[in-house]
């Protein structure tokens, strides 16, 4: 089972409104991913959770607050998001850490679409 | 610098034709590995193809092969037989080691093929 799930599919949020993303993956893999997708554009990496501590934040406003509270599980906490913040965001894992072999891809869930109003 | 660069911003081919998407990366390291992903309009990124820096053979998986010409730096994904459902966005990503000694993937700007009856 390659598959990443993520919840919801869609996400319409108002400026003052807290809620989150959930990302779930049962393939084993230690490092999780979340990424953020303007439209046309590539994915940006956000953070990298690797076997459960966050390794890599690439300078996110702490309007954006992950979690991961297992090995399997990925959490997004959005709170006072601003509308330039819409975008498609997507969570990704892959095996190992992210120090480990290059070979190693990551798999990708289907995102949510997320509408900051 | 662009670390992947993807200069076919659209691409159109007709049904059971191949096709070409190029890419080339910058980087200096000996160690790295290249990958390409596709991204129908459901937004999933999908895994396709990995060629490791090592890999003295051409990655190949199924209709999708890698021509990698590591002296020119280029990773070009070729299609063959191409079909109405590979229509979607092509991301070729580089994954490299950076100090800290994590290494994340770097993704180009992404070519958007199209396939016609």
């Known amino acids: 089972d390659t598959e990443v799930t993520q919840t919801p599919k869609h996400l319409v949020m108002g400026m003052t409104n807290k809620k989150s993303l959930k990302c779930e993956q049962h393939?084993?893999?230690?490092?999780m991913y979340w990424y953020k997708q303007k439209a046309k554009k590539p994915p940006e990496l956000m953070f990298v959770?690797?076997?459960?501590?966050?390794?890599i934040n690439e300078s996110v406003p702490s309007r954006f607050s992950p979690e991961c509270p297992n090995s399997s599980l990925l959490n997004l906490h959005l709170h006072a998001l601003q509308p330039e913040d819409s975008a498609l965001y997507l969570c990704?894992?892959?095996?190992?850490?992210?120090?480990?072999?290059?070979?190693?891809?990551?798999?990708f869930g289907p995102g949510t679409r997320l509408t900051v109003t | 610098a662009q670390k992947i660069t993807q200069t076919q911003p659209g691409m159109f081919v007709q049904e059971k034709e191949a096709v070409t998407l190029d890419c080339t990366y910058d980087?200096?390291?000996?160690?790295?590995?290249l990958f390409w992903y596709k991204q129908p309009s459901s937004g999933e990124m999908i895994f396709l193809i990995y060629?490791?820096?090592?890999?003295?053979q051409n990655a190949t998986e199924g209709r999708y092969s890698l021509n990698f010409q590591k002296a020119r730096k280029s990773a070009n994904l070729v299609i063959s037989a191409s079909q109405l459902g590979d229509s979607a966005m092509y991301f070729c990503?580089?994954?490299?080691?950076?100090?800290?000694?994590?290494?994340?993937?770097?993704f180009g700007k992404g070519t958007m093929l199209l396939v016609s009856p």
């Open positions: 990704a894992s892959s095996q190992g850490s992210v120090a480990d072999s290059f070979s190693y891809e990551q798999y």
């Open positions: 393939m084993g893999h230690r490092a």
């Open positions: 959770y690797s076997y459960e501590k966050l390794s």
């Open positions: 980087t200096s390291d000996q160690s790295y590995g």
């Open positions: 060629q490791g820096s090592y890999d003295e």
């Open positions: 990503a580089m994954r490299e080691s950076k100090n800290s000694g994590y290494s994340t993937l770097t």
